[in-house]
């Protein structure tokens, strides 16, 4: 975020209510709470794990704004987990990846070669059901601390390419 605002860019980490015990409609009740709050600006949105199909049901919602400028995802799950019922209502039913395409102008997403939560698949799937461009890190992990990442120069850049400065 201290990259963005040096660029006189506005940005914000939501914290996501009951990230122990997540609930899907509350996550997207905060994101849409935040959007609305910023109605009139153009608004980027970047999600990891659980936050991507956060922004994708977001995104798929009636609730959803049409100042929704681009999004980067990273590391996140677009099909249902074996043995995870703690995500189940993120993923319960398949993404509408039509409505999903129509909220927002630009997607990237961002994935570890590696990753042990999530598949690589996944990334795949969501590349091509919203044209978006797919970033493999190499040796990557889930892209967190515990993967030893705690800066991502590529979301940086995909955010400056998407808005172009």
């Known amino acids: 975020m201290g990259e963005l605002e040096k660029s006189d860019i506005y940005a914000c980490a ?6 122990e015990n997540p609930a899907c409609g509350e996550w997207v009740e905060e994101i849409h709470r935040h959007v609305e709050r910023n109605k009139n600006d153009e608004i980027y949105l970047v999600g990891h794990s659980l936050g991507v199909p956060a922004i994708l049901r977001y995104l ?16 996140g799950p677009c099909e249902k ?3 995870n019922k703690k995500i189940d209502s993120f993923l319960d039913k398949p993404f509408d990846f039509k409505t999903i395409k129509s909220k927002a102008k630009k997607f990237t997403i961002i994935h570890g070669d590696n990753d042990p939560c999530v598949s690589l698949n996944n990334a795949e799937i969501l590349s091509k059901e919203l044209n978006g461009k797919l970033i493999v890190i190499p040796n990557g992990g ?9 800066k991502l120069p590529e979301c940086l850049e995909s955010l400056r390419v998407m808005m172009s400065i």
């Open 14 to 19: 939501l914290s996501m209510p009951s990230p």
């Open 60 to 75: 798929e919602s009636g609730s959803a704004g049409i100042n929704i400028a681009g999004a980067v995802l990273v590391s």
């Open 81 to 83: 987990v074996k043995n």
């Open 142 to 150: 889930h892209l967190n601390g515990g993967s030893g990442w705690f």
